[in-house]
């Protein structure tokens, strides 16, 4: 059976739940909690799974297999009876354009914008000593240095106004695309729509949705997923241990992030 390694708010899990809800695989779950240092239940070769000992990995037919755009196209792969890819070879590469931006830039953007409003408050009341084991092994050395940077700087931090322009950015072109398509990629829900839909929701988490409140196309696109059983089971049924914090933080983050937001 496939087993997923994942944690509830973990974006890049959240959109390979959403392909195995899709798909109606069974799956088994195991946790691990990374950000907050649970790691009991990492098998001990976990690194050989994933070299930047992160989550999600899925485990099937004895592989692991790491990076979730990569598990979304595998799964698709191993899984094909109901495919979430587009049939062209143009609409494909469409699908795979917007899935790279994630990895290209989004994702970090994401990342830097979280610990800036909110998680490095969480870091900070864990104490000095904690953040400095987290980061020792931490094996993405960007997203260290990044962390580094924006725990200790928050709002101020020199990484926060291009990681809120990557965003900007991102939903104005999927705007403009969605003006004149129900879906980012050919003529169905496909990868691309599963992989960047779990940001609307993280960016909204920080209370920033006015931000894009004139992006009808958008709106309108993620709430018809947002609208899907699958939806409910893969994000809403999981939850997230921190939204109480991230509404708090978000709230008194506003004012400066719009100002940022509109430079
Ligand atoms: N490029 C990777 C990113 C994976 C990633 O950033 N995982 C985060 C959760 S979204 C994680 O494991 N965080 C644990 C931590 O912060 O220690 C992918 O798409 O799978």
């Not at 992160?54 to 990569?70: K, M, R």
């Not at 899984?79 to 890819?85: A, D, H, K, L, N």
Request: proline share 4%; aromatic share 10%; glycine share 4%.
């Amino acid at each position: 059976m496939l087993t997923l390694y994942h944690y509830d708010r973990s974006t890049a899990a959240q959109r390979v739940r959403l392909l195995i809800e899709e798909k109606q695989l069974p799956w088994k779950s195991v946790i691990v909690d990374t950000a907050r240092g649970d790691v009991a239940q990492l098998p001990d070769n976990y690194h050989e799974l994933n070299p930047k000992g992160l989550v999600p990995v899925v485990e099937n037919n004895g592989t692991g297999i790491a990076e979730s755009n990569v598990i979304l196209e595998y799964l698709d792969d191993a899984f094909p009876e109901t495919s979430f890819r587009p049939p062209s070879a143009e609409d494909r590469a469409r699908m795979r354009q917007w899935m790279k931006r994630i990895d290209d830039g989004v994702h970090v953007a994401s990342r830097t914008i979280g610990v800036c409003i909110v998680n490095r408050f969480i870091y900070l009341e864990r104490g000095e000593d904690q953040i400095k084991k987290y980061h020792a092994h931490m094996r993405d050395l960007v997203r260290r240095d990044n962390d580094q940077v924006n725990i200790s700087m928050g709002l101020e931090s020199p990484l926060l106004p291009d990681a809120l322009k990557v965003f900007r950015w991102l939903f104005e072109d999927m705007n403009a695309r969605l003006e004149n398509h129900d879906w980012l990629a050919g003529d169905a829900y496909s990868l691309a729509d599963i992989a960047l839909v779990v940001y609307l929701r993280r960016m909204e988490s920080f209370m920033m949705a006015p931000l894009w409140a004139h992006l009808d196309h958008l709106n309108d696109w993620y709430q018809r997923i947002a609208n899907r059983p699958a939806y409910h089971r893969a994000v809403e049924e999981w939850g997230d241990i921190t939204s109480a914090k991230r509404t708090e933080h978000g709230a008194g983050a506003f004012e400066t992030i719009a100002k940022l937001w509109t430079a």
